[in-house]
T-cell receptor, first 110, second 109 residues
Framework: GAGVSQSPSNKVTEKGKDVELRCDPI?????LYWYRQRLGQGLEFLIY????????KSGLPSDRFSAERTGESVSTLTIQRTQQEDSAVYLCASRKETQYFGPGTRLLVL | GIQVEQSPPDLILQEGANSTLRCNFS?????LQWFHQNPWGQLINLFYIPSGTKQNGRLSATTVATERYSLLYISSSQTTDSGVYFCAASYNQGGKLIFGQGTELSVKP
């Protein structure tokens, strides 16, 4: 595809449920990033994958958050036992030289 | 870690006016990017500019790395320029980006 794609576009869930968010990076981009954007705020870094190196998980806010990436393709971000404070837009980016962002997944935890 | 501060937080312009947005960063950086987040939430790359000056149409950017600031210039603003402008920096080109809080621009017809 021409850009980074993410699914679902929107997700409404109940507190305590698990959610899985998907990111398809631009083909050929070796690096992939997840960020979170709360309403009216800037983006917060969550996790970074680069090739076969160990991911940089330094931004994950708690052990309820985890992410995986298969090779240099799709990544999934999983949030377990969701809380209302997890409500935000989750953005994925991929990079060859600079970072290009997907449209995001808008998560609402009721 | 790097701190990124943007000013002003909000800006209202009349169509056709010019504006300057500022980004200060607290440490030496090897990656500095400007983004425009449109009203639908999509982040659009404007410039990769760790140093020097670049121009793209009505937009231009200058980063003075030794003084730890970057400026984004918008000339002859249009209503489609409305949205939030973010500056983001990292220690290295490949690393995580640290974002400022953004400047929300509203261009009135």
């Amino acid at each position: 595809g021409a850009g980074v794609s993410q699914s679902p576009s929107n997700k409404v869930t109940e507190k305590g449920k698990d959610v899985e968010l998907r990111c398809d990076p631009i083909s050929g981009h070796t690096a992939l990033y997840w960020y979170r954007q709360r309403l009216g705020q800037g983006l917060e870094f969550l996790i970074y994958f680069q090739g076969n190196s160990a991911p940089d998980k330094s931004g994950l806010p708690s052990d309820r958050f985890s992410a995986e990436r298969t090779g240099e393709s799709v990544s999934t971000l999983t949030i377990q036992r969701t809380q209302q404070e997890d409500s935000a837009v989750y953005l994925c980016a991929s990079r060859k030289e600079t970072q290009y962002f997907g449209p995001g997944t808008r998560l609402l935890v009721l | 870690g790097i701190q990124v501060e943007q000013s002003p937080p909000d800006l209202i312009l009349q169509e056709g006016a010019n504006s300057t947005l500022r980004c200060n960063f607290s440490d030496s950086v090897n990656n500095l990017q400007w983004f425009h987040q449109n009203p639908w939430g999509q982040l659009i790359n404007l410039f990769y500019i760790p140093s020097g000056t670049k121009q793209n149409g009505r937009l231009s950017a200058t980063t003075v790395a030794t003084e730890r600031y970057s400026l984004l210039y918008i000339s002859s603003s249009q209503t489609t320029d409305s949205g939030v402008y973010f500056c983001a920096a990292s220690y290295n080109q490949g690393g995580k980006l640290i974002f400022g809080q953004g400047t929300e621009l509203s261009v009135k017809p």
